[in-house]
C-alpha cells in the first residue's frame, strides 16, 4: 500500500513538472509574439543557409537592427535540390520587437508555402 502511495505522489510531482515545462514554453513563446506584434519594426533580411541534417530542416537568415547583426532559424518542409541552391542570399522581410530585436518573424517570400514555424500571433497578418 505503502508503495502504491509513492507511485501516485512521484506521478503526480512529474506530471505537474511536465505540465509546468510545457505552460512555460508557451508563455514564452507568447510573450515573444506579443512583444513583436506590439513593438513591431520591418527589417530586410537574407537568408543565409539550408540545414537539412536532422529530422527537421530549417532556413538560417540573417538581419540588421541599429548596427547589430541578429541571426535566427525558421522551420522549412524538405527543399528540392534547385530550392536549395536557389534559397541562398534571397531577401525576406524581418518583423521584429523594437524592445527585443532578437525576437522576431520572418516571411520567406516564394518560400512562404514551405514554412512550418507556427507563431501562436503572426505578425504577418
Do not use: W
Not at 505522489?9 to 514564452?28: D, M, Q, R, T
Not at 541552391?85 to 518573424?105: A, F, L, R, T
Amino acid at each position: 500500500m505503502e508503495e502504491k502511495k509513492k507511485n501516485k505522489v512521484s506521478n503526480l510531482v512529474g506530471g505537474l513538472f511536465a505540465l509546468s515545462i510545457i505552460l512555460g514554453s508557451i508563455g514564452y513563446e507568447l510573450r515573444k509574439d506579443y512583444l513583436i506584434n506590439n513593438y513591431r519594426k520591418q527589417a530586410i533580411g537574407i537568408i543565409i543557409s539550408y540545414d537539412d541534417s536532422t529530422s527537421k530542416h530549417g532556413l538560417r537568415y540573417k538581419y540588421k537592427v541599429n548596427g547589430r547583426l541578429y541571426f535566427e532559424i525558421v522551420g522549412v518542409e524538405h527543399f528540392s535540390e534547385f530550392e536549395k541552391n536557389n534559397c541562398i542570399g534571397k531577401q525576406v522581410i524581418v518583423n521584429y520587437s523594437s524592445k527585443e530585436p532578437s525576437y522576431s518573424h520572418v516571411h520567406l517570400g516564394e518560400y512562404q508555402s514551405k514554412k512550418k514555424t507556427v507563431h501562436l500571433m503572426n505578425s504577418f497578418n
